[in-house]
């Protein structure tokens, strides 16, 4: 099973990217019902269609993302609606989150940070 996800010069754990990108399509939705915002961005893509506008943007802004998701999860921690088992759970995906990081900046793979 793989645990990272790689963009640019950023890596992380799969489960943090998956957390980023739909922080990234919330970001989309929300940024979207500004209509000036929209406007630009179908500029950029006058041919796509509204699911593919959306994909577009989370592909281009979901690492921007990855803070946020680590913060999110982190967060979680502290919620006593949250089951301990998804507790430990989230432990797990950030101790390797750190893990993956720590291997990617100070290796010769990839430099750059999430």
């Known amino acids: 099973m793989r645990t990272s996800q790689r963009t640019g ?8 990217a998956e957390v980023a990108k739909e922080a990234a ?3 989309y939705d929300t940024m979207m019902m500004e209509d000036s915002f929209y406007k630009l961005w ?4 006058p041919d796509a269609n509204p699911k593919e506008l959306q994909r577009r943007f989370v ?5 921007k993302c990855i803070d946020f998701a680590v913060a999110s ?3 979680m921690l502290t919620k006593d609606d949250v089951p301990e088992s ?5 432990m ?4 390797q989150n750190q893990s993956i990081r720590g291997k990617y900046v100070t290796g010769t793979q990839l430099h750059g940070q999430c």
């Open 73 to 75: 999860l982190t967060v």
């Open 86 to 90: 998804v507790k430990e759970e989230i």
């Open 92 to 95: 797990i995906v950030l101790e």
């Open 59 to 63: 592909d281009r802004n979901w690492s």
């Open 42 to 45: 179908k500029q950029q893509y």
């Open 9 to 16: 010069d950023s890596v992380c754990h799969v489960k943090i």
């Open 25 to 27: 399509g919330h970001l």
